[in-house]
Each structure stands twice: as structure tokens, then as C-alpha cells.
């Protein structure tokens, strides 16, 4: 009898070592960063090395592509067991059950609360729901303005004492800078990120009292003034305004690390700073460029930064539960490397010990990028994001290129967002 | 009786054969053609989100009515009869005046259609990318415009002026397609018999008659199958006018039902609305086929 026992246990000793051993592959979907590549190609390799059971593919999709990819992908019940997003497009994901909590365990912690308390206050907002956390960040980011300070010398600008603190004094320098040959712009001052509205263009709104949401969120485009101020001032900046940007134009932030003479100033996040290194080490070592404040409207409101977003790595609520455990372990250990994501890719993930660390404090611009942070908030959620970014995509563009008044385009913004909201009741 | 009997398994196996044959390829376009349709028709009637795992709720014909209340309905209808009439005509004139051009010809015939159909290999993303930087302020369409107008510096707004970029979108389209149709009406025309030019000839007839009263209408058979085929590709645009709203452009001048079709079921997650607005473009296709269809039974022509 008592060898049977012996027998038994030994045999569900087994088991249980099979069922622990029994391989496990996670796919994680991301977008591209050439930065972050062989740092989490690196990861994955120490960590499959101290867990062989586990296979991890690693899937990159252009940053403009992989929210198309995986609606699709999570459409057809096909998803990945790992993937970020930038928390405005991930966050339908969370509203409707797509994604799966961690467990403290699994990533090292004792409790829910002690993972808050590790990172700063309000960051894990978006992810947090009835005592769970459904997303870890990979970064949080803000958008300042860049500038290359040799175009300002070049008009005649000190570029320490004449870079623009309001959207008014935006526009002038770069009617200073704006080099055109007839009416096709050469070189651009400043132009704005388009497609990403709710980061940069709802700020603008706010400055001045308005809101895409009411406080209830029962109505949308709140304060027909204040965003009747912000569509004038781009039909301005657009071609049948003083033409100095359009959205036609490519990207200033993609042509800004080359230093070709074809943008001066650009909106972008701390990650810019390693992507010139890589594409421009010359330029980076030039101290030719700097960052400063985002800018406020002269008699605005509110003194409102860009929004910040983050991206946060989510686990599938379809994945099995052994995947998602595999998957929630793997991206705790990636994440246990800020610095390196820091140094390395210029990625900022909010934990207190990164914050306080000197690797933080020897980044160039932090405190810049901090102060932004300090007069900002989390950008708008909303499980109707997509649509309410593509419908301020329609009215930007309906005033600068298509001719249509601000008045107009305000009135079908308006009228289409509430019919959004209306929906979603 | 037994002869009856022999033949009729002669048949009956041919037949087996023949369904051997033809299953594998009825398999494919029933899984991959005739499943999407179907399906899109019943998911037409429900009111679905793409993300969420809940349960479609049936709301009847509510997707098309709102459809057809809708304004952004009516503009993508416009805008797809815009872009489909104009690449439509330009595709099917332009084909066959180059494929009656290069057919008169005794040299370079294989070249010329080899230049003229490579572009129909390019993938239409590529096609798009290559014709974004053509049209780019900065680009080559600008430049060619302003040194033949003698207009230095002038943006003549390819990717923002509604008519033109309605245009730039069909430049596109032509000059990735219009090779292809050329291909297939210079078999079309190799297969007139040489015997009527001859004769046309000797009658004295000029290069005009010969195209209008031999070529053109012996060559119906082909403008049908032309014109059906360049109608339907023309009115499945998408990854051109996709590309150019990504790359900038306003998307209403070419919002297309295809482009529509993509914003209602990505953009807005309404599975159900973006099925209801593909089986109107299914019926506006299938009603334009059928016309055309008709329209070449009544004017059938044989001179032999």
C-alpha cells in the first residue's frame, strides 16, 4: 500500500513536471521600432534560455498598420497572445473583453497595489478596472516641439531667445523660415502630426475652453468658439491660408533627423532623440537641435501640453490561460529593463525607480519633456476613438485643403460625433 | 437497347469526369467567392461590432435604411460613379486605340505590348506609392505641368483639389490596367479574318472605314467582355483611393463605396452596416453587367 503511494505520487509528480514543461508558444505583435528590435530579440532569447518550454514569436507591423492588423486579426477570434497599441486604440480592446488581467504573481508582485504604487500616480488609470490591471506600459509618451536651431540663426533668430511659446508666434517664426519656391513649400517652419488629432489637435481646443466630451460625456465638441479658433488657425497654416504646412507634405518628424533644409521644427516624443542618433549621429553630436514646450494660444484658458498616450502590452482573453500566464511572465521581464529601453530606444515607461534613477535624469530634454508632462493629461478614452480621430481627420482637412468654412466643418463635426455618441448609448 | 445503354455510360462517365474536373475550382470560388456574399447578405441584416464577441443583434433592413439616409452614403455614391465613369471610358478608349495602334504595326508589336501590360503586374499598392511621389508638390507632375505651361512654382494640388484628385486617382488606375485591356482586345482583333481587310481594301476603303465598319463592330464580342470586366475593376477601386487618403488627401471627393465599405467596418466597427453597403455595390455591379449584356445581344454583328 505504501509503495503504491510512493508510486502514485511519483507518477503525478510527473504529471504535473509534463504539464509545467509542455511547450508553450506566445506571438507577440508590435509595431515596428528599429530601435527596440534587437533589445527584445534579446529578451526573448534570455528568456526562452531560462524557460526552454517556451517559444516566443515576435511579429512586426508598421506603426500605422498593426491597429488595422489586429482588429482583423481579433475579428476573426485569431489574435496574438501578446500586442500594444497606443492606449486610445487599445482601449475598445479593454471595454470589450478582448483582453486578459495579470495576476500580481506572475509578474513579480505581491499585489495589484503594490504594482500601482511602483509606477507614477494616474498611469495605469487606463488600464486599471475592479481591482484588475489589464495592461503593463511599455511607454508613455508626450509630444514637444524639436528644432533645428541652425534654420533660426540662419533668418536672423536666436533660437534660445525666439522659439515660439504661443500657436500665434508658431505661425510667424515660421513664415520666417518657410522657404517656397512659388507656392510648393522647399522647407517647412513647423508642421503638425495629422492623423493624431486627439494627442495634439484637442489640446489646442482646450487652451482655449473647449472639449471633444462633455464632462457627463453625453455630448460631444463642446464650445463652438474655441474650436471654431483652432479650425481658423488651421485653415491658416493650410495652402489656401499663408500656406506654410499641409498634410499632403511628408511627415516633418521623419525629414527632421536628416538635417536636409526641409523642416525646422517638428512635434514629436522623447523616442526622436534615439532615432537621430541612429539616423544622424552627426546632427545628434551637433547640438544643433533642441526641444522645447508645446505651445499655448495667446489668450487661452487653459495651460494645456500635448495629451500623453501610452503603450501598453496586453494579453488576449482568448489566449489559453497557460499562454496568458507565459505571456504576462515574459512581459514583466522585458519590462524589468527600463533603463535599457531608456538608453537605448528613448522609451519612457512611468516607474517611480526609472524617474528617480541618474540614467533618467542624464537624458538630454527630460526636464523639458517633464514639464510638458506636469501641465498635461492622459489623452482622451473613449470606445469610439477611432471614429471621433477620423472625423477630426475630415473637418482638419475639410478647412485646409477642401475649401469648406470652419463654420461648416465645425457644424458636420458636431453633428457626426453626436450621432457616434448616440450609437454607443 | 444495348448501344442505348453503352453510350449513355460513355456519358455518364465523361460526365463523372468532367464534375472531377470542374469540382475543385467550384469548391474554391463557392468557399472564397460565393460564402463572402452570402454571408455579408445575413450579416447585412444585423447590427454587429467588429470587436465585441457578443451576439449580432437582427435589426431587419435598419442598415440600409440608414444607408440610404445617409450623406456620406449618397457622396460615396457619387463619388464611385465619378471615378468608375471616368477611368471606365479612358480604360476601355484608350485600350483599344492603343491595340488598334499597335496591331497596324509591323515592328515593336511584342515590345509595345510588353510596356504596356508590365505596369499591370505592379501591385496597385506599389502603383499608388509611385504615382503619390509623381503627384507630391515637390514632384515630377508639378514640374512636367509648370515647364509645358511656363507656370514656374505653381501647386497645382493633385492631392487636394477635388477634380484633380479625383483625376489623379484615375491616372492611377489607367495606367496600371489600360495594358491589360489592350492585351485582350489584340486577340480580339487577331481573330478578324485578314480576308475582310483585304477586301476592304481593294474596295478602297480608308483607315477610318476600316475601323468603324469591320473593327469596331466585329470586335463587340470583346468590348463586351472589356467593358464588363473594366466596369467591375473599376468599381472595386480601393487601394488607390485608400493610399492617397493616408498619404494626406481629403478622403470625400474619393470616398468610394469600397473606401466607405473599409472606414464603416475599421474605423467605426459596423460589421453589419459595412456588409449592407458591399451587397448595394454587388447589386449596382451585377445590374451594370447585366445591361451591358443586353445592350451587346441587341447589336450583334457577323459578316460571315
Known sequence: MKRGAWVLVAVLVAGVVAVAQSPVTITFWTHEDPNRTPLEEAYIRGFQAMYPHVTIERVTYPSAKIAEVLLTAFAARRGPDIFNLEINDAYPYLELGRVAPLKPEWVCYDSVESILGAYLEGTLDAVYRDGKLYGLPLELTIWSVFVNKKYFREVGLDPDRDYPRTWEQMMAVSEQLVIRDGEILKRRGFDFRYPYYLEWLLPMVEQMGGAFLSPDGQTAIVNDDAWLHVLR????????????????????????????????????????????????????????????????????????????????????????????????????????????????????????????????ASVPYGDVFAGDMARSSLVQLHVANPEFKQLLDDAVKAVMLSGVTPEEALATLKQRANEVLEEYR | MRRKRGSKGILARRGRWGWAFVLPTLVLLGLFSVYPVVNAFYLSFFQKHLLSNAPPKFIGFGNYTYLFRSPTFWNSLTATAIFAGGAFAMLVGMSLLLAVLISSRQRFQRFLQLAFFSPAVVSTVVAAAIWLLIFDPRGIANQLVNALAGTPGVDHRWLVEPG???LATMLVYVWKYVGYFTIIFIAGIGTIPRSLYEAARVDGANAWQVFSRITFPLLRPTTLLVSVVAMIQCLRTFSTQYLFTQAGSPRSPIDVITLNVYYTAVRTFQIGRASALSIILFAIMLFLSWLQFRVARSEEVSYL
Open chain 2, 164 to 166: 484633380r484628385l479625383q
Open chain 1, 233 to 360: 488657425f488651421m485653415q491658416q497654416w493650410g495652402p489656401s491660408g499663408k500656406n506654410l504646412g499641409s498634410p499632403t507634405y511628408t511627415a516633418a518628424r521623419k525629414l527632421f533627423n536628416y538635417d536636409r533644409n526641409e523642416v525646422a521644427m517638428c512635434l514629436t516624443g522623447f523616442y526622436q532623440i534615439a532615432r537621430i542618433r541612429a539616423d544622424n549621429e552627426a546632427f545628434y553630436e551637433s547640438g544643433e537641435w533642441m526641444v522645447i514646450p508645446f505651445p499655448v494660444f495667446e489668450g487661452a484658458v487653459r495651460d494645456v501640453a500635448a495629451h500623453y498616450y501610452g503603450h501598453y502590452y496586453m494579453v488576449n482573453a482568448e489566449s489559453s490561460p497557460e499562454t496568458q500566464e507565459w505571456a504576462w511572465r515574459f512581459i514583466a521581464y522585458m519590462l524589468s529593463h527600463p533603463e535599457e529601453y531608456l538608453l537605448q530606444v528613448g522609451l519612457i515607461q512611468p516607474r517611480k525607480d526609472l524617474l528617480a534613477s541618474e540614467a533618467y
